[in-house]
């Protein structure tokens, strides 16, 4: 390949020399962050000079393919041609396609495996590989029933095991029999007895029994849970030592102190609909001469409440939308993020009780106008020690003043037009005594105001930069 482009990082290159060593076969098993997609690519890089007739399948959430692989991946890392198995098909080198196309959709699947009996070689990425973690799923079993398809295997996941270590079992074992060795055929309930015990409160039990699956089920309702000593945690990770290879931001020194990512959200038909609606009403509106920038923006508003899942109706109360994309976007972001802190900007008051209805009110701690001036130090304590996992937050008001450097990672779910909220709400984490790599995960609605708005602020753009962009793009859709 005659494509330029800068050094790998180290921990990169280990991983990408750590899979190769493996026959090709291996778990990146990097934190958010960590540039896990530019590792893969130089692995396809590397057997596909080897062997040019090698394609490569990549399988990832849905919100991952069009920007993180389409765009900050595949374009920027090579000269790879690639293809969003989402729309229509077309040859490629690299073919991308979410979770569910491939477990769920039956013609789709079916359409998969008419692609891969077509070409005889096959480099396989699963991207966010914690998606395997329950044994029993629909995507587990579909992905490790298509394993020897492909000559090539690699995982990737920033947090692979986020509640127990039974969870890299799945993962694991669409690279090989990994723990065979120590569980005879490998199945998962042997890896399960080889290398875990129930206890309840500390008090371990069936050391030695054999225990009924109604014994079992008794158990469980009494509080009893799989559990995992040191001893065999040691075990469990050395065995996964010659496939795996970990890195974490605050050992990676020669990353960038902060990492924009961006997670495309596909509206809903529903969301599409009237967005479609509004969008239409607002650019007509727009266009007449007397509409000065701040009647411009409190029109557009709208749009992105609907991006968010919201719209108000004529009292000016909010309504539900019956599906919202870019919220079962956050939550799938919030589970690859396993135990992670983050902090979750929101706009809206609707969007973000959207998402307090998901969570336990011990999971999370809020600042906004809402929240009574005595309540917020101790909203704010709970956070920065630790007893609750999010801060679900408004930019006007937290970011000014505080310093969260306990957590380093950021998730904007709306944005406003504000540069200095938004780089305001970037700056509470990355300030004095912050040791790892920031990064700021932005859900963006895919050909909706959001990517306008995410624009102009990257640009350290003018509300009026903001109305002329919109008017722009809505000229090229309506």
């Not at 020399?17 to 958010?32: C, M, S, T």
């Not at 890089?45 to 007739?53: E, F, R, T, V």
């Not at 579909?142 to 020897?148: G, I, K, N, P, V």
Request: with cysteine; hydrophobic share 35%; aromatic share 10%.
């Amino acid at each position: 390949m005659s494509f330029n482009y800068l050094p790998l990082y180290k921990h990169q290159e280990a991983g990408m020399q750590h899979v190769i060593a493996n026959n090709g076969k291996g778990a990146l098993f990097h934190e958010v962050g960590c540039g896990k997609t530019r590792t893969a690519i130089e692995i396809y890089k590397h057997y596909k000079g080897l062997d040019n007739s090698l394609k490569m399948l990549v399988i990832c959430p849905v919100g991952l393919i069009d920007w993180a692989w389409g765009v900050e991946g595949i374009p920027k890392w090579s000269d790879f041609s690639w293809c969003n198995l989402r729309g229509k098909y077309k040859d490629a080198d690299i073919y991308l396609i979410n979770f569910e196309g491939i477990s769920v959709s039956k013609k789709k699947r079916l359409e998969i495996e008419q692609l891969l009996s077509k070409h005889q070689n096959w480099m396989c990425v699963i991207d966010e590989s914690s998606k395997m973690k329950n044994f029993k799923s629909l995507i587990t079993q579909t992905l490790l029933s298509m394993r020897e398809k492909f000559k090539i295997r690699v995982i990737m996941s920033g947090t692979p095991a986020p509640n127990l270590e039974d969870e890299y079992w799945g993962q694991m074992q669409f690279l090989g029999n990994v723990f065979s060795s120590d569980c005879r055929k490998g199945s998962y309930h042997k890896f399960k007895n080889c290398y875990f015990h129930l206890e309840q409160r500390g008090k371990v039990f069936n050391q030695g029994q054999i225990i009924s699956r109604i014994q079992m089920q008794e158990m469980f309702k009494r509080g009893v849970k799989y559990a995992i000593d040191d001893k065999s945690r040691e075990m469990l990770i050395k065995r996964m030592q010659p496939w795996a290879h970990w890195a974490y931001k605050k050992d990676c020194l020669d990353l960038p102190d902060q990492v924009d990512e961006i997670r495309v959200v596909y509206l809903s038909p529903e969301q599409r609909k009237l967005y479609k609606t509004m969008e239409r009403d607002c650019f007509l509106e727009l266009q007449k001469s007397e509409v000065v920038a701040t009647t411009a923006l409190t029109k557009v508003m709208k749009l992105r409440q609907i991006t968010s899942g919201f719209s108000r109706d004529t009292e000016n109360r909010d309504v539900l939308l019956p599906s919202n994309a870019k919220l079962k976007e956050l939550m799938q972001v919030l589970d690859e993020l396993g135990r992670k802190q983050a902090i979750i900007w929101f706009c809206f008051n609707a969007d973000m009780d959207m998402l307090k209805a998901k969570l336990n009110p011990e999971q999370y701690s809020q600042l906004d106008g809402r929240v009574n001036v005595t309540d917020r130090p101790e909203e704010i304590r709970k956070f920065v020690e630790g007893e609750t996992q999010y801060l679900l937050a408004k930019p006007a008001s937290a970011g000014h003043g505080l310093t969260l450097v306990n957590c380093d990672t950021e998730i904007f779910y709306s944005l406003d037009y504000s540069f200095e909220n938004y780089k305001q709400a970037k700056g509470r984490t990355h300030r004095p005594g912050q040791n790892n790599t920031c990064v700021y995960i932005h859900l963006l609605a895919q050909d909706t105001i959001d990517e306008t708005v995410y624009k102009v602020l990257g640009g350290k753009g003018k509300k009026e930069d903001f109305v002329i962009d919109f008017l722009q793009k809505a000229r090229g859709r309506i």
